[in-house]
């Protein structure tokens, strides 16, 4: 399968009809296995419905892409629907309607008895060792039919053989004709076509369902437990033994379901977010995403996420290590099926995934995916436009909200007007210094232009010297403060005092971007319209701070002008003030972007931010002199500029006291290094709700083991081809290596991310 990738995904991909539903008994595109030798399988978005699956703790155990590094299950036909049982799978194959069940132990024999392997099903549901279908051809808007069951039962050795049922026949309930069917531990269920569920089996006593007359769109069965998502309210009811009856979350509408164990999850019908409830702590469901299709097992459940049909999983115990390592494969949204979509359902258009040779996601092209709307968007996001007939409502993350309508969504309405400033800026702090002085730039804010109106006092005058005397003085008193130290060839401007109180209008909170030990930052609106960042030295630097010092360090930042640094455009040294200022970054920093929920970063602007920072270090390490070491190489020093362009802030000033100016550098690479695996996983470089919390701890290992595509950030869309994601893998583990003679120097890095980059890949 050719990896799908397209900006068009987002929000455009969701599902989840009736016939979407995947968990214990029931079937979806997605599906899971029970017990010890439990795995998980899924239909895959390449539009020839083949079943990719994996297994705990490994790779996937099938897979049509060669990228999985992993053999393909070539007896394994293609599939139109997926459900699990006990160490077992079944399914309905998408060009026969003829059922197919297959074990754990990967041997792809059919389990089914051959009594019913010519036999058409339009539904299919597997148990904890028995299976239940219901006839009739699959893609002739799902026939209601009559029940067949059979069992799988164990072989010895670990294997599993089929057998006809005299558990599960009953003549009462073979004379109903069912509309679908779910199964779980000694009983089934269906929905009958004249309304109402009935359930049959040696167990199915215990579940409790009697004389239910109530019309359900969605079964879904626990090991000893049944619930439904009624028809007309989309609230969910369940039954099932006292032990084993989970209490669902009331008011809430689903349009899936999917049950473990003990537990079930289901996926909301406004925001299409996924809700779990049971005995186990749901604490680790995903809040960031909406789900097409989920499944689940003992204690894990997948989904396929709506954004980028992309997998997730979660866990029944937060804390426990995760089971599964899910394949980087794209996944069909939903099952593929005859006829016109209902109303409040959206037909999903393969033709959004630019893909020349793919035209539809289902083996036949009279097929389609029909999926209901979604009405709302989870938090952080807002409805930026409705459900179409063959498009899912789109949401926009908030901070790109930009009228009163989504601001009240958002909760941006709520907040006073003096805390604004607190809500938008996002400010870094850039700096150099050998004696502990820190030079600012502002990375990003959202503040509305605060222009001044009022006429500058002073004069701006420009130096062809980085810092002397104005050639055009004619303002002895006020220019007194000005050092004489030698020329650099870059241009720096002298500002007054006055007109930068001005411009930040007086060094108020409002205008204050951030704070640390060297002093204050504010954002500031020139005369001339020009925004910059403007640091002030606070007291305690001023009397601690040698102006000496001070000035030779200054005299090296205005030597130093690269496309990928932040440089300093100027200075202000009057009434005792030492006052900065720098360019202004209106996209903030590559952390935000990564980890705060801004708007995401494709994987080409990922690619590209990497290989300008390494460029910008490179810039300090080899072209300055005296060289430049950073010292504080991290992703919240990694600014984007106004054409998205990384600059290198917040770096320190090497003096003729350092002695180990290699190992300083070699410092420097390892630190970029963990930012090179963040810009990989979209993990924190350290985040205490991982286990190992440190990401070099967490990533490296997996790196080691060959398995570096499991540590790909899953919340941005697939690019069709991983071979450069990988290669960055490959270089983040040779820069973080413990020996630092073993790390690459950061221009042998740049030029390996600038070949990928340049390979263009990524498309």
Not at 45 to 57: E, I, L, P, R, T
Not at 199 to 219: I, M, Q
Not at 725 to 733: N, R, T
Request: one cysteine or more; proline letters at 5%.
């Amino acid at each position: 399968m050719h990896f799908l990738t397209s900006s068009l995904l987002f929000s455009l991909l969701l599902l989840l009809s009736p016939s979407a539903v995947s968990g214990f008994g029931s079937m979806g595109p997605i599906s899971a296995s029970f017990g010890l030798n439990s795995f998980f399988c899924a239909i895959d978005a390449s539009g020839k419905q083949d079943v990719v699956c994996w297994a705990k703790n490994t790779s996937s155990i099938s897979s049509p892409s060669s990228s999985s590094n992993s053999a393909y299950f070539s007896s394994i036909p293609a599939m139109a629907v997926l459900s699990g049982g006990d160490g077992f799978l079944c399914g309905i194959l998408a060009n026969t309607s003829q059922p197919f069940c297959w074990a754990s132990n990967g041997s792809g024999t059919d389990l089914v008895p051959s009594v019913f392997k010519s036999i058409a099903y339009s539904h299919i549901a597997a148990g904890k060792n028995h299976v239940c279908a219901v006839r009739g051809s699959y893609y002739s808007d799902h026939d209601s039919g009559t029940v067949d069951c059979w069992e799988i039962v164990s072989s010895g050795n670990n294997s599993l053989k089929s057998v006809q049922s005299s558990v599960f026949y009953d003549e009462y309930v073979s004379n109903l004709v069912f509309e679908n069917v779910v199964s779980g531990e000694g009983f089934s269920c269906g929905g009958v076509r004249e309304g109402g569920v009935v359930c049959w089996g040696p167990e199915s006593g215990s579940v409790g369902v009697f004389n239910v007359t109530d019309s359900f769109k969605v079964l879904a069965s626990g090991r000893g437990s049944l619930c439904g998502i009624l028809e007309v309210s989309g609230e969910v009811r369940c039954w099932g033994k006292n032990d084993s009856i989970p209490i669902p979350p009331a008011v809430i509408r689903f349009v899936s379901l999917s049950a473990g164990a003990n537990h079930f999850c289901g996926i909301r019908e406004d925001n299409h977010g996924a809700e779990c409830w049971g005995r186990y702590n749901f604490s680790s469901v995903p809040k960031s995403s909406g789900f097409v299709a989920i499944a689940s097992s003992d204690f894990t459940t997948c989904g396929i996420r709506e954004n980028d049909l992309v997998l997730d999983c979660w866990f029944a115990n937060a804390s426990s290590r995760p089971d599964y390592d899910p394949p980087l494969e794209l996944f069909s949204p939903g099952l593929c099926s005859p006829g016109p979509c209902r109303v409040d359902e959206f037909a999903f258009n393969a033709s959004i995934l630019n893909e020349p040779d793919l035209t539809s996601l289902c083996v036949r092209k009279d097929l389609k995916i029909c999926s209901p709307c979604g009405s709302n968007c989870s938090a952080g996001f807002f409805l930026y436009s409705p459900c179409t007939e063959n498009a899912d409502r789109v949401c926009m993350a908030c901070s790109l909200c930009q009228n009163s309508s989504c601001r009240e969504v958002c909760g941006l309405k709520s907040y006073p007007e003096k805390h604004w400033h607190k809500l938008r800026k996002l400010v870094i702090l850039i700096g150099c210094s050998a004696s502990g002085f820190i030079l600012i730039i502002i990375s990003w804010c959202i503040l509305p232009h605060f222009i001044t109106t009022r006429k500058e006092e002073g004069t701006i005058k420009q130096f062809k010297s980085c810092i002397g005397k104005p050639e055009l003085d004619t303002d002895a008193t006020a220019d007194s403060f000005l050092p004489s130290v030698a020329t650099c060839p870059g241009m720096a401007q002298v500002f007054r005092l006055s007109e930068l109180k001005d411009a930040t209008n007086g060094f108020k909170e409002f205008n204050e971007l951030g704070r640390g030990s060297y002093g204050f930052v504010y954002k500031a609106v020139l005369p001339d319209g020009r925004q910059v960042a403007v640091k002030r030295a606070n007291a305690a630097t001023i009397i601690h701070g040698n102006i000496r010092e001070f000035e030779m360090e200054l005299e090296i930042l205005c030597n130093i002008r690269h496309s990928n640094i932040v440089n300093l455009l100027g200075y202000c040294l009057e009434m005792g003030e030492r006052l900065l200022v720098y360019e202004y970054m209106p996209h903030g920093t590559l952390h935000d972007h990564l980890h705060s929920g801004l708007s995401p970063l494709n994987w080409s602007l990922r690619l590209k931010i990497a290989m300008q920072a390494a460029k910008g270090l490179e810039y300090l390490h080899k072209e300055v002199i005296p060289p430049v070491v950073h010292r504080d190489v991290k992703t919240s020093n990694i600014l984007l500029d106004s054409d998205w362009r990384a600059r290198i802030a917040d770096f320190g000033l090497l003096t003729s006291n350092d002695k180990d100016l290699i190992g300083d550098m070699k410092s420097d690479v390892y630190n970029f290094g963990i930012g090179l695996l963040e810009i990989l996983s979209g993990r924190k470089a350290f985040d205490r709700e991982y286990t190992p919390p440190g990401i070099v701890e967490w990533a490296l290992p997996l790196i080691k083991q060959g398995k570096a595509a499991a540590i790909i950030d899953r919340n941005v869309v697939l690019p069709r081809n991983v071979e450069p994601l990988l290669k960055l893998a490959d270089i983040a583990e040779l820069t973080v290596r413990e020996n630092p003679s073993e790390r690459p120097t950061m221009s042998v890095v740049a030029t390996w991310l600038e070949q990928i980059v340049k390979d263009g890949l990524i498309f």
